[in-house]
């Protein structure tokens, strides 16, 4: 149990240290049997611990570590593991890149370079949802079922792998690509959160 906390309190400050997600955002987890390994929301991502990584029964939803408080994307995180038996870790962040694509009607172009491809394939859009809501959980893991990489609409990006190297790698490779579209790209077509949805965020978060 040691080891696992510590490999993911490793790699979200790896995260972060490399400029993929912000102070406070982002989310790394990873599965051990029926047990899920997660970062907790809220916290300096820069020097999470691995005495702060809570430890969730995936069948169950249960937060077996009841003194520390559960990341808000638990449930999406336990939500992918449940519908892909091959993913052994997840990978939630904002990257600039990425994240701006989450805002656009443009894809990732993944086939610029052949290990984007390679290791990406094709990105998927998971629709929009208010962070940390079943409603987003749900979205995520109806679209994980067909693709490694994904973007969160209005959000950010999520990459899953057989193990916390993979899912980070991804992550990387994501960005990278993300920045080689935009640097090739001509011209894009934004979408903003609609009124609708910035006011649900300004009762509950702000």
Not at 159 to 170: H, I, P
């Amino acid at each position: 149990m040691e080891t696992e906390k510590k490999s993911v309190a490793s790699f979200m400050n790896r995260l972060y240290e490399r400029g993929l997600t912000t102070a406070c955002g982002g989310n790394v987890s990873m599965r051990c049997g029926n047990l899920m390994y997660i970062t907790p929301s809220g916290t300096d991502k820069s020097c999470v611990k691995p005495d702060e990584i809570a430890v969730v029964d995936i069948e169950r939803g249960e937060n077996l570590t009841a003194q520390l408080k559960l990341s808000i994307e638990s449930e999406m995180h336990r939500r992918i593991y449940l519908e892909r038996e091959d993913v052994s870790a997840v990978v939630h962040s904002h990257p600039l890149y990425a994240s701006m694509f989450s805002a656009l009607e443009e894809k990732i172009d993944t086939k610029l370079l052949a290990e984007s491809y390679y290791l990406l394939l094709d990105v998927c859009k998971a629709p929009y949802a208010l962070m940390g809501t079943s409603e987003l959980a749900q979205n995520v893991a109806m679209t994980i079922r067909k693709c490694n990489a994904m973007l969160l609409e209005n959000h950010g990006a999520l990459t899953v792998g057989k193990n916390l190297l993979q899912a980070f790698e991804r992550m990387e490779v994501l960005e990278n690509a993300a920045k080689l579209t935009f640097m090739t790209g001509k011209s894009f077509t934004v979408s903003h959160i609609s009124e609708e949805n910035l006011e649900v965020i300004r009762k509950k978060f702000c």
